[in-house]
T-cell receptor
Framework: SQQGEEDPQALSIQEGENATMNCSYKTSINNLQWYRQNSGRGLVHLILIRSNEREKHSGRLRVTLDTSKKSSSLLITASRAADTASYFCATDAGNTNAGKSTFGDGTTLTVKP | DTGVSQDPRHKITKRGQNVTFRCDPISEHNRLYWYRQTLGQGPEFLTYFQNEAQLEKSRLLSDRFSAERPKGSFSTLEIQRTEQGDSAMYLC??????????????FGPGTRLLVL
């Protein structure tokens, strides 16, 4: 079973709006990562946040981590049509081997021009 | 282009045939991962290597599935006696392999397998 679960499953917004997607997990983590995947392509790493960090920024991306609630959020500001993709979180939560990543089933984001 | 390559990009085979996929990671990366992904799902872990050592493999990677990384560089994933349920995208990724934790992974473009 997947340890990370993204919410919502699908999100549709207009260009220029902000998009927020969430990831919840079940047990403690060392770090959490967000990846993006365009249709039919490989995944691209976006950001890694460590368990002792609460917030991290990269360009138009903002990631927060709340270890007490076992959740993370990814915010994309001023969205563009090119942001249309699926977004996945990956954790080592519950893994016997901390080097192994477990992915959720993703949030599919559609940005309408 | 992340620097991770996979071959072939597409494979169509008949049920019962064996298939082999190859992954070439980024040259200085010690860790290599294999995942399987079906439509609408996230990548499902299959196995990963630290250099040539296979550190963990899922219960899926038994019986008909096997993976190797003989010299700690490229890796192969073989599926024997393919079944229609094996149809999926097979993703390879690599990372530096310098920590004991999950690391930033660089993914290849994937091999899309269709079993008829």
């Amino acid at each position: 079973s997947q340890q990370g679960e993204e919410d919502p499953q699908a999100l549709s917004i207009q260009e220029g709006e902000n998009a927020t997607m969430n990831c919840s997990y079940k047990t403690s983590i060392n770090n959490l990562q967000w990846y993006r995947q365009n249709s039919g392509r490989g995944l691209v790493h976006l950001i890694l946040i460590r368990s002792n960090e609460r917030e991290k920024h990269s360009g138009r991306l903002r990631v927060t981590l709340d270890t007490s609630k076992k959740s993370s959020s990814l915010l994309i500001t001023a969205s563009r049509a090119a942001d249309t993709a699926s977004y996945f979180c990956a954790t080592d939560a519950g893994n016997t081997n901390a080097g192994k990543s477990t992915f959720g089933d993703g949030t599919t984001l559609t940005v309408k021009p | 282009d992340t620097g991770v390559s996979q071959d072939p990009r597409h494979k169509i085979t008949k049920r019962g045939q064996n298939v082999t996929f190859r992954c070439d990671p980024i040259s200085e990366h010690n860790r290599l991962y294999w995942y399987r992904q079906t439509l609408g799902q996230g990548p499902e872990f299959l196995t990963y290597f630290q250099n040539e050592a296979q550190l963990e493999k899922s219960r899926l990677l038994s019986d008909r599935f096997s993976a190797e990384r003989p010299k700690g560089s490229f890796s192969t994933l073989e599926i024997q006696r393919t079944e229609q349920g094996d149809s999926a995208m097979y993703l390879c990724a690599s990372s530096l392999g310098r920590t004991e934790y999950q690391e930033t992974q660089y993914f290849g473009p994937g091999t899309r397998l269709l079993v008829l």
